[in-house]
Each structure stands twice: as structure tokens, then as C-alpha cells.
Nanobody, 116 residues
Framework: VQLVESGGGLVQPGGSLRLSCAAS????????MSWVRQAPGKGLEWVSA????????YYAESMKGRFTISRDNAKNTLYLQMNSLKSEDTAVYYC??????????WGQGTQVTVSS
């Protein structure tokens, strides 16, 4: 299993970024997927999740209305569109494969820094 995130970077408050996660080594459309993040000096925080076919999406309360999770099963790729970014969104963002209500594989992460 390999998960490779990309799309992070430095953005000003109020700006937008789109993260991608390229998946390989497993049948992508058999599994729900999640995004989680880790801010400096803090623990892991669940961000969002999406069902195997994209029909159901879930968000942490602080991300609702600002973040949108999606997937393209034909491309084996997971996305996270992040709008109205705030300084507190600064973190390393990871995509994770969901199995039995837990995360069994992670990517290496992509850094998102929100700063003026």
C-alpha cells in the first residue's frame, strides 16, 4: 500500500489549497478514506472522511463549510479542497486508508502553512 500526498504549501489566511493523495497497492474503491492532520506540538486530529464511492462525506466541526473531501476512483486519487484557511489550519496533512473503523495505512504527509 502506498499513499502519496501533495499540494501543500504556504498560503495566506483566507486563501485556498487543494490537497491530493495518490493511492496504489490496494483496490482503492473498496475502501473509505480519511484526511487527518497534526499541528505543531499537538496530536493527530481527524479532518474528514469519505465513503468508498464518494456518496457519503464527513467533516470535523471546525472544517464544515470550508473543506470539501472528494475522490476519483478512476484515478485512485483522494482530494481535500480547503478554502477560507486560518492560521490554526497549519499542520501536516495525511491521507489514511480506513479499515474496520480505524486507519491502517498513512501517507508521508504534506505541510500546509497558513501565514501572512
Amino acid at each position: 500500500v502506498q499513499l502519496v500526498e501533495s499540494g501543500g504549501g504556504l498560503v495566506q489566511p483566507g486563501g485556498s489549497l487543494r490537497l491530493s493523495c495518490a493511492a496504489s497497492g490496494f483496490t482503492f474503491d473498496d475502501y473509505a478514506m480519511s484526511w487527518v492532520r497534526q499541528a505543531p506540538g499537538k496530536g493527530l486530529e481527524w479532518v474528514s472522511a469519505i465513503s468508498w464511492n464518494g456518496g457519503s462525506t464527513y467533516y470535523a466541526e471546525s472544517m464544515k463549510g470550508r473543506f470539501t473531501i472528494s475522490r476519483d476512483n478512476a484515478k485512485n486519487t483522494l482530494y481535500l479542497q480547503m478554502n477560507s484557511l486560518k492560521s490554526e489550519d497549519t499542520a501536516v496533512y495525511y491521507c489514511a486508508k480506513v479499515s474496520a473503523s480505524s486507519w491502517d495505512y498513512w501517507g508521508q504527509g504534506t505541510q500546509v502553512t497558513v501565514s501572512s
